[in-house]
């Protein structure tokens, strides 16, 4: 079964430094997504991705935060300026319209803010 | 903007009996309902999913049951076993592809 791809899948970082996580959406998919799970909570939307830009974002994700699909494959979610509470599960989803696949989440990458 | 909500949030059953989550969604334009399973420290799981022109769908142990006037929807395991131990998320959406609103989540717990 095809699977969404994340790394790291724990990234540590200091506080004010910026970081980056990775994505490799289901080949065929067009639609992708930023999701974050603070530990025990619900999973929170961050932004959805199509056509190359922005389709929908939360208001969690304001101007710290930034998406980008630097090639055919890869999708990218960039925090600037890491604050403590910005640690988290982050888990990227990709879906497309029929019904094959649904709509599938990845491994996720837990980022720690210290 | 939509608001979903869950209970029970915790919720113990004996290994073979049936177990029942309830989602109520708020904006009636909703029309796409997932299932998400997530085991400690792993990824949220599709486990069932149901659109707003059907009423019930099943698969296996596990059934959703949605009632578009009420608003609510629900989620049925029957003849639970210790491996449904998780924690279960319902979700709401304008349509399928659209991003989520997740509910709080049941921790679900089937004793042996």
């Known amino acids: 079964e095809p699977e969404v791809t994340q790394t790291p899948s724990h990234q540590v970082t200091q506080m004010g430094q910026e970081v980056i996580l990775r994505c490799v959406p289901i080949?065929?998919?067009?639609?992708f997504y930023w999701y974050r799970q603070i530990l025990g909570q619900k999973v929170e939307f961050l932004v959805s991705?199509?056509?190359?830009?922005?389709?929908?974002k939360s208001e969690i994700f304001d101007d710290q935060f930034s998406v980008e699909r630097p090639d055919g494959s890869n999708f990218t979610l960039k925090i600037r300026s890491t604050k403590l509470e910005d640690s988290a599960m982050y888990f990227c989803?990709?879906?497309?319209?029929?019904?094959?696949?649904?709509?599938?989440f990845g491994s996720g990458t837990r980022l720690t803010v210290v | 903007g939509e608001n979903v909500e869950q209970h029970p949030s915790t919720l113990s059953v004996q290994e073979g009996d049936s177990a029942v989550i309830k989602c109520t969604y708020s904006?009636?334009?909703?029309?796409?309902f997932p299932w998400y399973k997530q085991e400690l420290g792993k990824r949220p799981q599709l486990i069932i999913d149901?659109?707003?022109?059907?009423g019930e769908k099943k698969d296996q142990r596990i059934a959703v049951t949605l009632n578009k006037t009420a608003k609510h929807f629900s989620l049925h395991i029957t003849e639970t076993q210790p491996e449904d131990s998780a924690v279960y998320f319902c979700?709401?959406?304008?349509?399928?592809?659209?991003?989520?609103?997740f509910g709080p989540g049941t921790r679900l717990s089937v004793l042996p």
């Open positions: 989803a990709s879906s497309d319209l029929g019904e094959r696949y649904g709509y599938t």
């Open positions: 080949s065929n998919h067009l639609y």
């Open positions: 991705f199509y056509n190359n830009e922005i389709s929908e």
């Open positions: 904006d009636s334009a909703s029309n796409y």
């Open positions: 149901i659109r707003s022109n059907v």
């Open positions: 979700a709401a959406s304008l349509s399928y592809g659209q991003n989520f609103v």
